[in-house]
DNA sequence: AGCTAAAATGTTTTT
DNA sequence: CATTTTAGCT
């Protein structure tokens, strides 16, 4: 134990050495964090304050979790299988698996995703018959998840703002929602905090129990946790107050999602004698790169004292380049990585390319097929929000609980049973009349016959076709059982029909979800429980399975890549109106929240750092002018060296010499050149799949090409807009 | 009931 | 522009 705290510097010793009482770690961007907590966890056991039962450490993704077991492991084999290390939410459906039927739950509860919601939401708009271009589901849900941020059921909601006529009528959908949640035995990711919440302030034998058994209790990246996650580490620390809490309040960017920076601003308030300790020591970043990124977050006001060094020295200057469009600029980065890729012997895995939203992965993913670099976009459509795993496992969650209505109406048509809206709209209303499952009056059709005449003998069998399922449940492995599902269901004889590319990739993700399900069973910690499984699906993110060894640049969102750290980083998009977004630029709250979003992205980067940016960029299919982002201004200039060549230069350099800096990254590519494909000649194209070039005409600069696809047959494109990859 | 074609609509960010 | 929702037709 003593040679670890040799390796340590002194702030980072007193962090994990300093146990008992509150303790608020101020921890900058690659001040080795995660480092000091696992060693005070070490610390903790090898001293014998505790036994690793007693430790709880909260985090806010499973990767951070699973980082911190695996280093735990590493230092201390064989014991962090005990110890409760999990994100809020998997830590809460934990605690309620055994309890939450004291708030009127079943055990079996299923958790919805935000997709879920939506679907019960869209319900409840109709079933109040509001008009729902004035309520989305999607802004109503936000409206409630903010309520339930603060602590306010329902009735509450209703109560305060019952003069305000909107928020009445939401008060109301917020009550159906509610309802029907739990008529489905179903919470939503707001539910599974509130509802822990609820439970221990209503039952406090419950909560001493808690109490007693967390000795010691760790908050990772405690700038971003929320009111009702605030209360919840209170509630759980209420007795010892060993409540350590680690974050760094230029790293709070989830404020849309009730993030409170003021939880990390009012610790030292909140616990009188609680201590600080400021870890300011990067280990990770050149000086050159912690400058650019001081300089950036100096502009926000009310920020914790700190500012970033390092001992490993200056390091290259950063590197500019601005673009003529969105196209040019991904051609820069591709072609900038191929080079250093096959010049100076850089991994692929060492690039990661940065942005502020997931639809400008579109043109970057284009652009590197095109160049043939190798890459791997995380996030953007969950694998899990894929429409066939969804109904696969709404599948699932309706064997596994057959009072989840809202599984129930996603496949009870799908595939075709001819079962459709108007049959599935009397079931629901015979569920409410009746205070059942629709699942049940399904059971029962021969007493609604009248209702349900014509569609009777279908219901029927549905209900046949879901017992026999049922029955097998506990009965044979999950891999087993979802092959049972999609073949006696009928979806993937759906999906071969189809014949399609698109039913292909579907029937591979359902392939792939089978072997996650195969993962997942081997795992000895799993009890066989198929809720246990289909919790799993619903907490975990694209993020989690980023594979750090795979050779292969990597593409996220900014908020995706927090916590993680690449030698080379490209930041893209920085220009007005992306990076700040439109939404942000005129409150300046939301400007500074963007503001840390770019230092995140910033002190991501451990060598070299590339900010590009566009003069034009395309926004809803139309080509804007753009101008360079504030954050890109913030930068002093001796730290970047500008690699693009200067606009009035270029023209000048392609009279005379031919190429030029930006012309060598604009263009010259075989595949943009429609005289380039002949008769013969095999492609690929993006949605027909593969076929052979049948004729080429010229038309004007481009070329008509009549192409034979494997999957649809004969078709005429245009070579220019037809973005065919040629094999 | 289900298909196709036209129209509308949406871009933050995610556990 | 790309996807999703709706209308109109079979």
């Known amino acids: 134990m003593n040679e670890i705290l ?4 002194p702030a980072q010793k007193e962090a994990v050495t300093c146990t008992e009482g509150p303790l608020l770690i101020v921890a900058g961007a690659g001040s080795g964090k995660t480092t000091v907590l696992v060693n005070r966890i070490a610390y903790i056991i090898d001293r ?5 039962y007693q430790i709880l450490a909260l985090t806010f993704t499973n990767k951070a979790a699973r980082e911190m077991k695996e280093r735990i492991t590493a230092l201390l084999p064989g014991f962090s299988g005990d110890m409760w290390i999990g994100t809020f939410h998997s830590i809460c459906v934990k605690i309620l698996r055994r309890h939450i039927d004291l708030l009127g739950y079943s055990n079996d509860f299923v958790i919805y995703d935000t997709i879920d919601s939506r679907a019960v939401m869209k319900e409840c708009i109709r079933e109040l018959d509001l008009d729902d271009k004035q309520f989305t589901p999607r802004g109503v849900l936000s409206v409630i998840s903010g309520a339930k941020n603060n602590s306010m059921d329902a009735d509450t909601f209703e109560t305060i703002y019952k003069n305000d006529f909107r928020m009445s009528v939401i008060a109301q959908l917020y009550k159906l929602y509610q309802q029907k949640l739990k008529k489905s035995s179903a919470v939503d990711f707001d539910d599974l905090l509130i509802n822990t919440v609820k439970l221990l302030s209503l039952n406090p034998d419950l909560l001493e129990r808690y109490q007693n058994r967390f000795r010691y209790i760790l908050v990772d990246e405690y700038q971003d946790t929320n009111n009702i996650q605030y209360l919840l580490i209170s509630l759980l620390a209420g007795g010892h107050h ?3 809490v680690v974050g760094d309040d230029d790293q709070s960017i989830y404020k849309f999602r009730g993030a409170n920076v003021g939880n990390i601003l009012s610790f030292e308030s909140d616990y009188e004698d609680a201590k600080r300790v400021t870890l300011d020591q990067n280990y990770r970043s050149t000086q050159t ?4 990124a001081n300089a950036v977050i100096s502009h926000n006001g009310s920020r914790m004292e700190k500012k970033l060094w390092t001992s490993n020295g200056g390091g290259s200057k950063l590197h500019a380049f601005t673009a003529r469009d969105e196209y040019e600029e991904a051609r820069f980065i591709a072609r900038t990585i191929k080079k250093q890729h096959d010049e100076g012997g850089a991994r692929f895995g060492d690039f990661a390319v940065l942005y502020r939203t997931n639809a400008q992965s579109r043109v970057l993913e284009e652009i590197f097929m095109r160049e043939a670099v190798p890459y791997r976009v995380l996030a953007g459509l969950r694998f899990y929000d894929r429409k066939e795993i969804k109904d696969i496992v709404a599948y699932l969650r309706l064997l596994s609980n057959t009072s989840d209505d809202t599984s129930l109406r996603r496949i009870i048509n799908e595939p075709k049973r001819k079962i459709g809206a108007a049959t599935v709209d009397k079931l629901t209303a015979a569920s409410i ?3 059942c499952s629709v699942y049940d009056i399904i059971k029962n059709a021969d007493a609604y016959a009248d209702e349900l005449k014509s569609s009777a003998g279908r219901l029927k069998e549905f209900y046949a076709l ?18 049972r599902v999609i073949n006696d269901t009928g979806y993937l004889a759906m999906l071969e029909a189809e014949d399609t590319q698109e039913s292909l990739t579907r029937q591979e993700n359902i392939n792939e979800f089978i072997n996650v399900a195969a993962e997942f069973e081997k795992n000895p910690e799993y009890n066989g429980r198929l809720s246990e499984f289909l919790e799993g699906v619903s907490l975990i993110s694209d993020i989690d399975s980023y594979d750090e060894d795979e050779d292969a640049v990597v593409m996220m969102t900014i908020h995706s890549a927090k916590g993680l750290e690449f030698p080379t980083v490209f930041l893209t998009g920085l220009e007005e109106g992306l990076f700040p977004g439109m939404k942000s630029i005129t409150s300046e709250d ?3 929240e963007e503001r840390r979003l770019c230092y995140v992205a910033i002190t991501r980067a451990k060598k070299d750092l590339y900010l590009t940016k566009a003069r034009s960029r395309t926004v809803f299919g139309k080509t804007v002018p753009a101008r360079a982002s504030r954050f890109f201004e913030e930068i002093p200039k001796e730290y970047t060296e500008d690699l693009s060549a200067p606009a009035s230069l270029a023209k000048s350099f392609v009279r005379s010499a031919g190429k030029s800096m930006s ?12 005289l380039d494909f002949n008769k013969g000649d095999i492609v690929e194209h993006r949605k027909f799949g593969r076929g052979t070039v049948v004729s080429v005409k010229q038309f004007g600069k481009d070329a008509i090409l009549e192409i034979n696809f494997e999957s649809i047959g004969y078709k005429q494109l245009m070579a220019a807009f037809a973005k065919l990859k040629k094999l």
Request: charged share 25%; hydrophobic share 40%.
């Open 663 to 674: 012309d060598y990254f604009s263009g010259g590519d075989a595949q943009s050149d429609p």
């Open 466 to 483: 879901i017992e026999s399922l049922r029955k097998l449940v506990d009965t044979i492995p999950l891999t087993q059982l979802i092959t």
């Open 48 to 52: 014998g304050l505790a036994a690793p």
């Open 6 to 9: 040799d390796k340590l510097n």
């Open 590 to 592: 939301d400007i500074e």
């Open 242 to 244: 060993n409540i350590c």
């Open 289 to 292: 790169i912690l400058d650019a």
């Open 433 to 435: 009349a009746d205070d």
